[in-house]
């Protein structure tokens, strides 16, 4: 496909692997650009040695681009950064902060900068900080999101009458049929989370890969919203936060409740009762782990059918 | 357009105005009617005399079919169905209630029935209960919703796996984008809501179809979920309701809060502050009110230039 996606990045496809926490290091994100998609490497959960070393691997991996996700909440950031551009990454997709804060000195060092935004505000925010691209998400996804609550069928086109640069749409995508759909909305890419973190190649913990397997509709709920509005499957843990929430308790308790490193305890070390188990609604429709190449296969054999059977549609 | 759902209500295009409380009467359930969609009569915010004459007056507004959208939980639902036998409609929608209960006598009556769920599992009752198609209404869906919270993206295609009954989409549906999008999704047709509440022929109060023009992207919340659940604008009634819920109110405070005639009061009388105002997220996608005939005219072209654009893809 040629579009400004595909363009700006110089992959085959509009296909991005999203940057998860615990889910997505070099190996799913070099699986993914091999496969003729963009895979980014998720430094939200690494320690910036780590990072350094995903990098390196990624690079002996797969000579197709690939890019970096960083919150910029992240404590770190600025050795984060430093990684990045010492090891000549050349796509950065920020997150979780002010797109104003980094964007220039990025791209003085000639690094695309796509930034992940949940609602309108920052997306005309993200063209004035001269981001080259926008992921819009809506309410569906995994992980955290904004306080809006907007969906993707509901943000996609608000965001594309809003502002002027490409539109990459995330949140209940995990099939060809939902890139299509996005593609209608006004999207020119998708970015893909869950369908990905249930993959061979990513590092997730198998319990959590068999978890989102096994998550239906109604199995995850968006949580958390006092402190930062977060998605995760309806486990212990998460039925605990809730029944504080439903009780009235304040931002301190429910921190307390949430302590440190539960995302980790979930999705990389596997426990399903106590851990935080990020994922977006679209896990009630992944039945299998498959390779990354698979998933990527898959995703273009279902637009294209799709779109041939929408175009036989006579109105 | 020839499918199931314009071959089941006999109609030319595969778009039903949603029946909406305060909204929609005859004149908007004709005129929908009368430009090649379904309309419905909301009868959820009738008395049963009412009701027979916004449907005594549909019939003399119109020679196409038309419907009605009952809401199960109306106290005084025995007069409204022996109406709805008695005037000989042919086409109703239920939500709000359990599908097993009232669809065979209607169908004894050759009624054609089908049911407004948000969920799967209400899916599969539909099925079991005969139903002649489901509409799956996504979270971001004005007025009364589930409590799953599954967005319109996620909730289509997941219907589409579990039932083979025809399914029409609702929710952030209000262009012909967004129609295609659905389509591509899984479904057969749409059902639209805020667009309409918004058009000439609602029988809202005017103000309240101008706060849905003004209502932008973030406007409007889903609340009252320790209740049942109900999407609305941001007003000052809304506020007063999130602060005692987000202090743990407990359900009887929160209905004192609420009372009684708050969505009458907004939505019909015009009272934008203390008024209960229900309206879905793409309310910040409409940005002024148009007839019904023309609503209905720019879905179809939107819906054909989409179309058109996605054809060429190539990938």
Redesign the interface.
């Known amino acids: 496909?040629?579009?400004r996606i595909t363009n700006l990045f110089g992959i085959q496809?509009p296909i991005i692997q999203a940057g998860m926490i615990w889910c997505s290091g070099w190996r799913l994100a070099s699986a993914v650009s091999n496969s003729g998609g963009l895979g980014l490497i998720g430094a939200g959960s690494m320690y910036p040695d780590v990072l350094r070393e995903h990098i390196q691997k990624c690079k002996k991996a797969t000579d197709k681009p690939y890019g970096i996700n960083l919150p910029l909440l992240y404590p770190d950031i600025d050795k984060h950064i430093d990684i990045i551009i010492e090891e000549g990454v050349k796509i950065v997709f920020t997150s979780a902060g002010n797109p104003m804060t980094w964007t220039s000195k990025l791209k003085e060092h000639g690094i695309t900068v796509v930034h992940v935004i949940a609602?309108?505000?920052f997306a005309l925010k993200c063209e004035e900080a001269g981001v080259d691209a926008i992921v819009a998400e809506?309410?569906?996804a995994g992980g955290h999101n904004g306080?809006?609550?907007?969906?993707?069928?509901?943000?996609i086109?608000?965001i594309k009458?809003a502002v002027k640069i490409p539109l990459i749409a995330a949140?209940?995508?995990a099939?060809g049929?939902?890139m299509?759909?996005?593609?209608?909305?006004?999207a020119e890419g998708v970015q893909v989370g869950s369908r990905f973190a249930a993959s061979v190649e990513s590092s997730a913990h198998e319990h959590f890969k068999q978890r989102i397997v096994e998550t239906?509709?109604?199995g995850t709920?968006?949580s958390l919203k006092?402190l930062v509005p977060v998605r995760l499957i309806k486990n212990e843990f998460y039925q605990k936060i809730t029944e504080a929430e439903?009780?009235?308790?304040l931002r301190h308790e429910l921190a307390e409740i949430l302590g440190r490193a539960r995302a980790k305890k979930g999705m990389f070390e596997g426990d399903m009762v106590e851990g935080e188990l990020e994922i977006?609604?679209?896990a009630?429709?992944i039945n299998e782990v498959l390779p990354a190449s698979k998933i990527m296969e898959n995703m273009?054999q279902e637009?294209?059918v799709?779109?041939a059977e929408?175009?036989q549609?006579?109105?």
């Open positions: 496909m040629n579009n496809y609602n309108v505000k809506g309410f569906e306080k809006e609550e907007t969906t993707t069928m509901c943000l086109p608000m009458d949140g209940g995508i099939t049929k939902a299509l759909a996005c593609m209608a909305l006004g239906k509709e109604g709920q968006l006092k439903e009780r009235g308790a977006g609604q679209i009630g429709l273009l637009f294209r799709a779109q929408l175009a549609l006579s109105i």
